[in-house]
C-alpha cells in the first residue's frame, strides 16, 4: 500500500531534550517536506527536500533540522525543544515533475513540549 | 506575502443541507489550488484540485469547487451533506512561480453534521 509513515505518533517531552521524529514513504518520490499544524493557522512548511541531500527552509525552520540521506525518509530533528513547538507534525511527499503533484500526507505526529 | 484565507471557521449543519465553504487568495499570478479535508484523527486526504481547464472541478465523496480567477476564490461545495462529512476543510494554494513546491494552507473550516 503506498503510504506515508510516521513515528512516533504522540510524543511527550521536555524542554531540551533532543527528539527526531521520522518519516518514510514507499512511493518512491523525489519531494518531501514537513508541516506544522497550530490551532487557526492551518499548516505552514518547516522544511523540505527536492531530493537526496538536498533540503532548504520552509515558512517556518526556527529550531528544526532535517535531513535526506536515502530518498524514502525524511526525519525531523528537534535538537533543543522548546514549548512553542508543541504542534501536529506532518509529513508530505510527492513526485517532483514539470506541474505540480498531488502531495500525500502522513499521519501526523503530536507533540507536547513541556 | 502569499495568504490563503477560509472566512468560515466553523460551520454546523444539518444532514441534507448544501454546504458553501469560501476560500480566497491574495496571488495574482498562476496558481493551483487544492481542497484537503482532515477526518477526526485522521491525516489530510485530498478532496479536489484545479490545475487548468473546465474552472468547475468535481472531487470525491460528491465535493465540487469553482475557481473564479476575478474573485480568486475556489469555493467548495457539495448540495447535501452527510454526517459522515463532519471534519476539518482546507483550501491550500500552490504558487507556480516558487522552487519550495510549497502548498500554502488556509487555517481551514471544520464542519459538523447534525443527524
Known amino acids: 500500500e503506498a503510504q506515508v509513515t510516521q513515528n512516533p505518533r504522540y510524543l511527550i517531552t521536555v524542554t531540551g531534550k533532543k527528539l527526531t521524529v521520522t518519516c518514510s514513504q514507499n512511493?518512491?518520490?523525489?519531494?518531501m517536506s514537513w508541516y506544522r499544524q497550530d490551532p487557526g493557522l492551518g499548516l505552514r512548511q518547516i522544511y523540505y527536500?527536492?531530493?537526496?541531500?538536498?533540503?532548504d527552509k520552509g515558512d517556518v525552520p526556527e529550531g528544526y533540522k532535517v535531513s535526506r540521506k536515502e530518498k524514502r525518509n525524511f526525519p525531523l530533528i528537534l535538537e533543543s525543544p522548546s514549548p512553542n513547538q508543541t504542534s501536529l507534525y506532518f509529513c508530505?511527499?510527492?513526485?517532483?515533475?514539470?506541474?505540480?503533484?498531488?502531495?500525500?500526507f502522513g499521519p501526523g505526529t503530536r507533540l507536547l513540549v513541556l | 506575502a502569499q495568504s490563503v484565507s477560509q472566512h468560515n471557521h466553523h460551520v454546523i449543519l444539518s444532514e441534507a443541507a448544501s454546504l458553501e465553504l469560501g476560500c480566497n487568495y491574495s496571488y495574482g499570478g498562476t496558481v493551483n489550488l487544492f481542497w484537503y479535508v482532515q477526518y477526526p484523527g485522521q491525516h489530510l486526504q485530498l478532496l479536489l484540485k484545479y490545475f487548468s481547464g473546465d474552472p468547475l472541478v468535481k472531487g470525491i465523496k460528491g465535493f465540487e469547487a469553482e475557481f473564479i480567477k476575478s474573485k480568486f476564490s475556489f469555493n467548495l461545495r457539495k448540495p447535501s451533506v452527510q454526517w459522515s462529512d463532519t471534519a476539518e476543510y482546507f483550501c491550500a494554494v500552490y504558487r507556480m512561480d516558487t522552487g519550495r513546491r510549497a502548498l500554502t494552507f488556509g487555517s481551514g473550516t471544520r464542519l459538523q453534521v447534525q443527524p
Open positions: 508530505a511527499s510527492s513526485l517532483l515533475g514539470p506541474n505540480p503533484e498531488t502531495q500525500y
Open positions: 527536500s527536492m531530493n537526496v541531500e538536498v533540503t
Open positions: 512511493m518512491n518520490h523525489e519531494y
